[in-house]
């Protein structure tokens, strides 16, 4: 049991491949020591994007700090999910060192920073060559609009899919009669166009967080250097596309085979999952893999959650012949899903719903993107995100502000929104408050939805 450096104890973690595969000794050691531990409420954490079991495992034991204080005659246990993402490291973390030291990160944009470098390597690590000749050309951002095409084309080379790859089954948040909704057009589009919309969509974030460099005389994402700039966003973005069906994977193929096993080993175990960003997605897959008949699962706490906020819906309202990809799936908890989200998360306001735009509407989206536009008004709430807005489309869902939701009694089942907005705020560009969720008060949501005293 991995409890050095851990303010809580007794801590597992579990650790899965891209595959959803999981080290099989750490599976073991948890299903035969959570009842020897007579463990009553099991406290399941994923991370979202992250770049190492360092960086987990500290925001593991920061979050789950408070919570002994907070019920202290709880039979509590706690297991980190440890599973493989990565975050760009120019992305600043309230509160949290950077992951790498900062002459590893120090490159004027757009080219590739060697930290970044290294973290998409470990993450695509068949892929290297890819990310050597990506990064060559973001060092030299050339003029000509053929290498940005180029560029293009070595991006979707890097996060695509391997043909009966399991984890294409798992891409998609929403399903169109037949099969997933198609892929983001930023994998699909005129790359130019793309690089163009994320240049601004840059500038617009920079400027509401007081950063802005563009001139108001000057259409900064048509010069070549704001064209580069949206390509190296590009490239973030769609590697979070691959982290976040990567994260559908784990949870489905992983995690929800590991509760089923855990039911069988420890029945009388409550269990609680909590996702953060992808993780949140991870935790959601989770009851899509939990066998039939599981009813160990007492609460669902979604924080800051990437992934389409109609994942749950029976019907989208745009499209009555699509539903989201976990529609009903709520119902496997016994007990409520719990989304807390935060308009001051610029990942998930601006960037999300650009990057999650579909094939086939790019060009109208496009269009109406002016010096001076706001991508939720432009775009929507088509693209809207779990941690931007929560839950939608769902019948039933209740709505409370964070001092609503401590004071009161969370419902007992269905889809809960929290507006986190009190505490989750903090954070520079290009994300914002995004990983701003280690508070006191978000512990104790995780607690009320779970009634753990």
């Not at 948040?173 to 840059?202: Q, Y």
């Not at 953060?276 to 706490?301: D, E």
Request: glycine share 10%.
């Amino acid at each position: 049991m991995a409890e050095r450096a851990m303010s809580v104890t007794p801590y597992w973690e579990l650790t899965f491949d891209a595959d959803g595969d999981v080290d099989g000794r750490e599976r073991d050691r948890l299903l035969a020591q959570v009842a020897q531990r007579k463990v009553h409420d099991l406290v399941v954490f994923a991370h979202g994007w992250n770049n190492e079991r360092s960086g987990a495992t500290r925001l593991y034991s920061r979050f789950f700090q408070p919570v002994p204080a907070l019920a202290p005659r709880a039979r509590l246990g706690y297991v980190g999910v440890v599973w493989p993402s990565m975050i760009f490291p120019d992305e600043p973390i309230p509160d949290f060192p950077a992951s790498v030291p900062a002459e590893v990160t120090a490159v004027a944009r757009p080219a590739l920073a060697k930290g970044a470098r290294q973290a998409l390597v470990e993450v695509f690590p068949d892929r290297a060559t890819l990310v050597e000749q990506i990064a060559r050309l973001l060092e030299r951002h050339p003029d000509e609009e053929a290498s940005l095409e180029t560029f293009g084309q070595l991006v979707r080379l890097l996060v695509e899919a391997r043909p009966q790859d399991p984890q294409d089954a798992c891409a998609a948040d929403t399903l169109a009669t037949g099969g997933p909704v198609s892929g983001p057009e930023m994998l699909s589009g005129d790359t130019a166009l793309v690089c163009r919309d994320f240049a601004r969509a840059l500038d617009r974030v920079a400027s509401l967080h007081g950063t802005s460099a563009a001139s108001g005389a000057v259409d900064f994402s048509f010069t070549p250097a704001g064209l580069w700039d949206g390509a190296h966003e590009l490239l973030r973005q769609a590697t979070y596309y691959a982290m976040k069906r990567r994260a559908g994977t784990v949870g489905e193929r992983g995690l929800g085979r590991v509760l089923g096993r855990l039911a069988q080993a420890a029945p009388d175990v409550r269990v609680h999952l909590v996702g953060h960003s992808f993780g949140g997605r991870l935790v959601s897959f989770a009851l899509r893999g939990l066998p039939a008949g599981v009813r160990t699962v007492k609460s669902v706490t979604l924080l800051q959650g990437a992934f389409s906020h109609y994942a749950f819906a029976a019907r989208l309202p745009h499209d009555t012949h699509a539903s989201g990809a976990l529609h009903g799936l709520q119902s496997r908890i016994d007990g409520p899903l719990v989304c807390c989200y935060s308009h001051f998360d610029s990942a998930l306001g601006t960037m999300y719903p650009l990057a999650s735009r579909m094939a086939g509407d790019a060009r109208s989206a496009a269009g109406e993107l002016g010096a001076d536009f706001d991508i939720g008004r432009t775009l929507g709430p088509r693209w809207g995100a779990m941690g931007h807005d929560g839950v939608q489309a769902v019948d039933g869902t209740r709505a409370f502000t964070l001092a609503e939701a401590l004071r009161a009694e969370l419902p007992a089942s269905g889809c809960v929104n929290v507006d986190a907005a009190a505490v989750v705020k903090r954070g520079g560009p290009p994300t914002g408050a995004h990983s701003d969720i280690v508070h006191r008060e978000l512990a104790q949501v995780v607690l009320a939805a779970g009634r753990i005293r």
